[in-house]
């Protein structure tokens, strides 16, 4: 088994559901007491989340460079980055640390690319749904790739950081994604991308009329792939 350096704690929540998946995963392929062979360097997240609504992502990168240098020391053999957000420093992350990173947004694009999908909608940080350097790389994937109207986008993204980074899942706020979602698929989305690694902790497949792809079981399942091959 090769070992993954987890750079998690954005938020803790979930990162906790990332090392349940990468273990299931891994019991799932070679059964017995087997579990994952990791890494995990698991940040403070309050400094990270200031640098990113202050727009200084140097300051977000020189603290993740700092713990991807370490786990690469720690003997790791590729970096998986716990975060749909954080993937804005991805190249920056793989130079840093010399470890090859395996892109959430990839791993997910060429799942839904599989299912005969060309139309998504993205629900995630409004960093994630408004620059480039995720709708990008789904773009290059093939993919038309949909984002709620604005004020929506800063509903969703409030939601995230004041409630589900913080273990708060209120029905309200289900309701709330559950309209957007709806609106996605009047739009044309075949199906949506839950595009921050929260997000499952609110919605699942009854909320939605079309599939929902979970980032962070993909994620993971691309984890548990290095690491077995």
Same mark, same amino acid.
């Given at each position: %088994? ?7 704690? %954005? ?18 392929? !070679? ?47 590729? !970096? ?5 957000? %954080?993937?804005?420093?991805?190249? #920056? ?12 947004? =990839? ?22 749904? #408004? ?5 990008? /790389? ?14 929506? /986008? ?20 289900? =309701? ?9 698929? =009047?739009?044309?989305? #075949? ?39």
């Amino acid at each position: %088994m090769r070992t993954l350096g987890v750079l998690g704690g %954005m938020s803790w929540t979930s990162t906790e559901s990332y090392y349940r998946l990468l273990n299931e995963g891994v019991v799932a392929r !070679l059964g017995g007491l087997h579990s994952a062979q990791l890494l995990l360097h698991s940040v403070d997240f309050d400094p990270v989340a200031q640098a990113q609504h202050d727009g200084d992502w140097d300051a977000t990168l020189t603290i993740l460079s700092k713990a991807a240098q370490g786990l690469a020391r720690g003997g790791a053999e590729a !970096l998986l980055i716990a975060t749909n957000t %954080m993937h804005k420093v991805a190249d #920056e992350l793989e130079e840093a640390s010399g470890l090859p990173v395996l892109h959430i947004a =990839d791993a997910t694009a060429d799942a839904i690319v599989a299912d005969g999908v060309s139309s998504v909608g993205l629900l995630a940080t409004a960093f994630t749904m #408004e620059q480039d350097f995720y709708v990008g /790389r789904l773009r290059a994937k093939g993919l038309d790739a949909i984002v709620p109207d604005a004020p929506a /986008r800063a509903e969703v993204h409030r939601i995230i950081y004041d409630e589900l980074c913080r273990d708060v899942v209120l029905d309200a706020s289900r =309701d709330t994604y559950r309209d957007v979602i709806a609106s996605l698929v =009047d739009q044309g989305a #075949e199906a949506v991308i839950l595009g921050c690694t929260e997000i499952t902790l609110l919605v699942g497949a009854p909320d939605s009329t079309v599939p929902l792809y979970d980032t962070t079981r993909i994620h993971a399942a691309a984890g548990v792939e290095f690491m077995l091959g």
